[in-house]
């Protein structure tokens, strides 16, 4: 390693390193602007000079840019000297010249990266007097709020947006002082990671728009570790909550899973818990319908004699925590209880579940993911259902350039440089789906096929690596076989990716295949599965392949088998048919459901029990990569509001159950079910339980600046109320307690002296980049076995659907906005939710005689008749042209209003709708934007 002399100091440092890295990591402050670990050097703010030295004997030295000079064994660097100082504050004079002193009413102010490296520089007097530039600023959606005239041109907002996450709407325009960042005019930013130029942004540019709307200064926010709910990455989180409403989400660094960055629903997906639809008191249902409020004593005394018979069934829900999972199947047994998905959906995560746990491949994390120099993706349009991952494939792909850079001696973190060495040249991603996604802009190849044509790709690749013959496939197929075979062959780290949302087992086994076979070929491949939602595979594992479906549970209910049904945190009518889920709430006399918000099933429930979001409650989820990770409760659930698991913990000891006589905290019942549940016998090392202390004290949940604790309360008492204690977890409800040092699933909010904005990461970071000094959150629950998959599935093993004249197999078509239950009732993500519709190539348009705008309607061939007659519409929906659709395909707008009777998969005949009226087009925001 390195030695480098820093003011007379030595320190050694890590090979490779640019001095700005060095400095931070060493824990040194040196201030910068455009510079980020994520996106490397360019050197265009100039704020991190330092003089270099030639040697011991040079007094004089060189100013050089900490971003752009490389460590070097002996080499010799002045921080604190006077040229550096006096160069640095000069830059931030010049950088200051036209920013406005708005500081009191900026939203950024008090957690503002300008303002920490100002003070850090020392810079006070401006000595410029002339008029500033002023800029007009733009609206750029519900999401995000726009103040150009705050802009210091570090570029570091275009570098993410364009560079890094491959937006295109977002660019620097003009020249010299009157350089302006911004979309060409006015309206939605595009990118799923629009958001990230929130914390991206060392000024107060872009904005929370959602914060801004309910505004509280930074500092008095009272944060706690999360996790995402919004789909199977788990990407980590620090909800931010104050008088009892969240009012923001920011990325949690965890090196292994999201690193600096959300997606867009995860950052704004969770206004639904501040929803005026949310439950706060338990109630019984009238003879009329209406609803009865109860006190949560008398409520649990109702729940618990509905359930002394002992004919209970539970379904549970993939995004309830696995300690509610767990209680529930305890109370009403493992072959009474359903994990909650929909009857297309379940097999299709066992399998996911089933093949990573027998794979020998690795299941990556997305740092690895980003590492991959091949990689193929069979049926997933993953920028809709695993944003993150999608990101981390834009990483992947640049791979190659960083291959040519070594091979030139070029460091990772020269940005520009390997960008202009590697031009388009791209490590090959390949993508297989039933229509277009948003990585085809990077892909070597991306071809439409319907879910069989996949599997038959898969099959072929799998068969070509392996060194087998392959099955009959059309001839054009067969060479793109070769030829991504002889990719994933040839590459070091190849990946494939495939999941559950084009509805086709056989294309997880074909991907399955793949990955052994090139496990095979030279003990090397990685496999990841996407599933649905934040806690499918922690369900899978919980009931493995035993469970039974809400159809098998439906007919046992029509049998009169249960008297009681306890539904946890899921709507039904999300899950399948509405026949189905009203005959199965019609034959079961109790209906008892646990939720947070209002939904058709709470509605036709018996007696309504409130349950804590995410935000107000303790929770293990498993994402799909078979990480277990905590989420901790951010703010005291309001009223009879509690957490789904305490309500069915509580039931079990009214019922005086033996399994749960010794359960009195969460962390009891996480060890209980780690101890009964194998595949989960890993989840308790997600976090430390609740004795755990940080140098004898508890982990804050506020800052050392939270203020108004009295004055938020003074129309009640003048005197400061005792701030409320928890018993089930290491944290407190008060800024008393260490924010340091922490196992790093315990880490609330980041802060440190000097530095305010969240770019004081670094100091809890083993080195700048690289994983929390904590540790990282989450255990992994998947490793690499010795296992094999089903090596007998070909083509020819398996079935095609079977299309009458005038069918088309219905694909899903998934919405990062709109797909997923929870984050579409978010008031800012309620603004980009589309309504429902069909997308159909300009054949199929052509046949229905349809054009862009019309309605059409979904029907299903009536079994019972051997002709053309049809049932009722299972649907009608606005059509979409979209020529890239898959030949015999209609994709369906999976999770939006008016595609619930849709199954994915089954044959639907189509015909245009009579009397359609076009709807108008929907206006984002009120404040200007343009139609979308």
Known sequence: MPVIQIDGQEYEVEAGQNVLQAALSLGLDLPYFCWHPAMGSIGACRQCAVVQYLNADDDRGRIVMGCMTPVADGAIFSLEGDKARGFRESIVEALML?????????????????????VMVGHRDRHYRGKKNT????????????????????YRCTRFY???????????????????FGRHEEGVLQSEFAGNLVEVCPTGVFTDKTLVKEYTRKWDLQSAPSVCTGCAVGCNTMPGERYGKLKRVHNRFNAEVNGYFLCDRGRFGAGFVNSDKNLEFPGLRLTDGRFDALDHHAALMRMTTACHSGKVAGIGSPRASVESNYLLRLLVGAKNFAPGFSDAEQPLVELAFSLQQNSPALTPDIQTIESADAVLVLGEDLTNTAPRIALALRQSVRNKAYEMAAELRLQSWQDAAIRNLAQTMRSPLFIATTANTRLDDITEDRVSLSPDNIASLGFAIASLIAGEPVDEIDQALLRRAEVIATALRGAQRPLVLSGTSCGSAVVMQAAAQISQALCKADNRSM??????????????????????????????????????????????????????????????????????????????????????????????????????????????????????????LACMKELEIEEVSNLHHFDDVTRACASQIVALSG????????????????????????????AMHANISVHEPKQPTDEESPLAFSMEGLNRSQPGSLLPYVWAPGWNSNQSLNKFQSEVGAPLKGGTAGAR??????????RGMHKSNFTSAKLQSGQWIMVPRYRIFGSEELSAKAPAIAELVDSGFVEINNVCAQSLGVIEGDGVELQRADPQVQSD??????????VRINDTLAEGCVGYSAGLSGT?????????????????????????????????
Request: net charge negative.
């Open 98 to 118: 036209n920013h406005p002193h708005d500081c009191p009413v900026c939203a950024e102010g008090g957690e503002c990266h300008l303002q920490d490296m100002t």
């Open 900 to 932: 619930e009777d849709i199954i994915v998969g089954e044959p639907l005949a189509l015909q245009k709708a009579q009397g359609w009226q076009r709807p108008s087009p929907q206006i984002i925001g009120t404040d200007g934007g343009s139609n979308v």
């Open 683 to 710: 989840i308790t090392g997600a976090a430390p339980d609740h004795h755990f202390r940080n140098v004898g004290v508890k982990v804050p949940r506020q800052t050392h600046r939270y203020s108004g604790r009295t």
């Open 527 to 648: 496999l990841s599965l996407v599933v649905p939602e934040a806690n499918s595979l922690g369900q899978a594992m919980l009931t493995g392949a035993t469970a039974p479906t809400l159809s098998a549970l439906s007919k046992r209910a029509a049998a009169k088998e249960f008297d009681t049904l306890i539904v946890v945190e899921n709507d039904l009518y999300r899950r399948g048919p509405k026949e189905i889920v009203d005959a199965l709430l019609a034959n079961i006399p109790n209906v008892i459901v646990i939720d947070s918000m209002d939904n058709p099933t709470l509605s036709a429930s018996s007696l309504a029990l409130p349950a804590a979001s995410f935000a107000e409650s303790e929770g293990t989820l498993v994402s799909m990569e078979g990480r277990a990770q905590r989420h901790f409760p951010v703010f005291v659930p309001a009223h009879e509001r509690r957490s789904s698991w305490v309500w069915l």
């Open 869 to 878: 007659m049809l049932k009722a519409p299972v649907a009608t929906l606005q």
């Open 781 to 790: 629950l998947l490793l690499p076995t010795a296992g094999s998959v089903n």
């Open 135 to 154: 800029h007009r600023n733009q609206y750029l959606g519900p999401l995000i709020n726009h103040e150009m005239n705050r802009c210091i041109t570090c």
């Open 162 to 180: 364009r560079d890094y996450a491959g937006g295109t709407d977002l660019a620097a325009m003009a020249a010299h002082d009157h350089i302006y």
